[in-house]
């Protein structure tokens, strides 16, 4: 994108004076750099630069207003870039932030936690309860008397 945005500015065409072209080139110039470096932010700010000097070039006779339209075209195309990538950027941070609150989150609880209590020892089971018949009627039986 900054390339058209930088094609746009340059003086080959008619409509753009050369010291005019010069100066936004610069601009196109902090657009693209900035960009480069994965910084939407400055870049969006150096972009708000060029559309200032496009305004005062066009103000001052240095742009036909063909040439400054098809500028902020590109312009705009460029500006809804950066906003995207800032967009992205920002939800990148918000979903790590949850994230990483998710986690404190489980280790907090996991810390709190109160030890497990000991399992009561098993109920006796029916084994025992045939054993416990038999000693009852012990002697009680035929041939017992």
């Given at each position: 994108m900054a390339a058209a945005l930088l094609s746009g500015c340059a003086t080959t065409e008619a409509g753009l004076e050369r010291e005019a072209a010069?100066?936004?080139?610069?601009?196109v110039l902090e657009v693209t750099q900035a960009s480069s470096e994965n910084d939407p932010?400055?870049?969006?700010r150096a972009l708000e630069g060029l559309e200032a000097e496009l305004e005062a070039a066009q103000s001052e006779g240095q742009i036909s207003e063909d040439r400054r339209r098809s500028i902020t075209t590109i312009a705009t195309a460029v500006r809804a870039e950066l906003n995207g990538a800032i967009a992205a950027a920002e939800k990148a941070a918000a979903d790590k932030a949850a994230e990483e609150a998710r986690i404190a989150a489980e280790q907090a609880a996991a810390a709190t936690r109160p030890p497990a209590a000991?399992?009561?020892?098993?109920?006796?089971?029916?084994e025992a309860e045939k054993d416990d018949d038999k000693k009852d009627n012990e002697g009680k039986g035929k041939g017992n008397d």
């Open positions: 010069r100066q936004l080139q610069a601009r932010a400055a870049a969006l000991e399992a009561p020892a098993p109920a006796p089971g029916p």
